[in-house]
């Protein structure tokens, strides 16, 4: 059988309410950043912003997405992408660092041989 105890506190009116308000904000913030997360995964941008995002001049985002080496999508004559996608297509242009090659080509060599 376990015990609970309980323990009184005596506080002013102002000490309670700071408490509270402290409680609420703390209860808010954390609310507002996962919010603010799930948004930027599924947060849509134009050409424009798709431009700006990359850096790159907005000729160039055509020619990725005529080309078909950008992901995109097309409603109503006007062309989206996900932020989400942009990020991975940046990644995916990582250049292996020369420790990562030699590292590669260790674990190659290392392999039995098929005969």
């Given at each position: 059988?376990?015990?609970?105890?309980m323990?009184?506190?005596?506080?002013?009116?102002?000490?309670?309410?700071?408490?509270?308000?402290?409680?609420?904000?703390?209860?808010?913030?954390?609310?507002?950043?996962?919010?603010?997360?799930?948004?930027?995964?599924?947060?849509?941008?134009?050409?424009?912003?798709?431009?700006?995002?990359?850096?790159?001049?907005?000729?160039?985002?055509?020619?990725?997405?005529?080309?078909?080496?950008?992901?995109?999508?097309?409603r109503?004559?006007?062309?989206?992408?996900?932020?989400?996608?942009?990020?991975?297509?940046?990644?995916?242009?990582?250049?292996?660092?020369?420790?990562?090659?030699?590292?590669?080509?260790?674990?190659?060599?290392?392999?039995?041989?098929?005969?």
């Amino acid at each position: 059988m376990s015990k609970t105890f309980m323990e009184i506190i005596i506080t002013t009116s102002i000490e309670l309410s700071r408490i509270v308000q402290n409680a609420i904000r703390t209860v808010l913030t954390e609310h507002s950043s996962k919010n603010s997360e799930s948004s930027t995964i599924n947060e849509f941008l134009s050409i424009n912003e798709a431009a700006n995002f990359l850096k790159i001049p907005k000729a160039s985002l055509y020619q990725l997405t005529s080309k078909r080496e950008i992901s995109f999508m097309k409603r109503s004559r006007r062309i989206f992408f996900k932020k989400s996608d942009l990020e991975l297509w940046l990644e995916g242009g990582r250049k292996k660092t020369r420790s990562e090659m030699e590292q590669e080509a260790l674990s190659e060599l290392s392999k039995p041989k098929r005969k």
